[in-house]
């Protein structure tokens, strides 16, 4: 079956320092792949994707590259800002068997500092 | 546009007693989805329910959760006899598409459950 597996938080990180959460997956097709951002009290958002192997999603200075070689898809911002406290979660998607029902990481907490 | 809907955001209820969560989609969608969110753990997904139809519920419980979307109304989740382990976050997602496609999933606030 499919599966996401995400490093364990929180991740705590100066405003301005440079951000990586790693992300691996495993799945039976060909999968696309998200990042969803969830602030405090509210739901998912759907932060950036990318639906074949070596493109790149970003949004909002957030990046990250779909590596098929290493089943990877770990997030990246250059300079974080207090604003970007949140929980971050890697997600799949794959057609296989005609169901796009999403398979979702557990979740990296990211809390920066001023 | 008012986005996805959800009620209550909270909801506390003790053993025994049933949880009745309520999901508006977005205007125009007729594709929703329920997931649980337990603590220090990912969303599961539990059902994606079209108007008057279940499509897929292969993650739901098979005792004690029902789920609905009725021609006129919101989306209700309904969990019978809660017990402890049914506290969690339970989020609604709404999609204009047939398929699903995860990237036109919008999630509502969720409705946080507690059982005493």
Redesign the interface.
């Given at each position: 079956g499919n599966s996401?597996t995400q490093m364990e938080g929180p991740v705590t990180l100066s405003e301005e320092a440079f951000l990586t959460i790693n992300c691996t997956y495993t799945a039976t097709g060909y999968p696309?792949l998200?990042w969803y951002v969830q602030y405090p009290?509210?739901?998912?958002?759907?932060l950036l994707?990318a639906t074949k192997a070596d493109d790149k999603g970003s949004n909002k200075g957030f990046e990250a590259t779909y590596r098929k070689e290493t089943t990877s898809f770990h997030l990246e911002k250059g300079s974080v800002q207090v604003s970007d406290s949140a929980v971050y979660?890697c997600?799949l998607?794959d057609s296989t068997g005609g169901?796009?029902?999403?398979?979702?990481?557990?979740?990296t907490s990211l809390i920066v500092h001023p | 546009n008012a986005g996805v809907m959800q009620n209550p955001r909270h909801l506390v209820r003790r053993r025994g007693q049933e949880a009745r969560l309520r999901c508006s989609p977005m205007k125009g969608h007729s594709h929703v989805y329920w997931y649980r969110q337990l603590p220090e753990e990912g969303l599961k997904f539990m059902v994606y329910l079209q108007k008057e139809n279940i499509i897929d519920e292969s993650g739901m419980p098979k005792e004690r959760f029902s789920a609905e979307f009725p021609k006129e109304g919101p989306s209700i989740l309904r969990i019978q006899q809660v017990v402890r382990g049914d506290s969690a976050a339970y989020f609604c997602a709404s999609s204009p598409s047939p398929r699903g496609v995860t990237d036109t999933q919008y999630f509502g606030p969720g409705t946080r459950l507690t059982v005493l």
């Open positions: 996401v696309s998200f009290g509210e739901g998912l958002q759907l994707k979660f997600a998607s169901s796009y029902i999403p398979t979702f990481g557990r979740g | -």
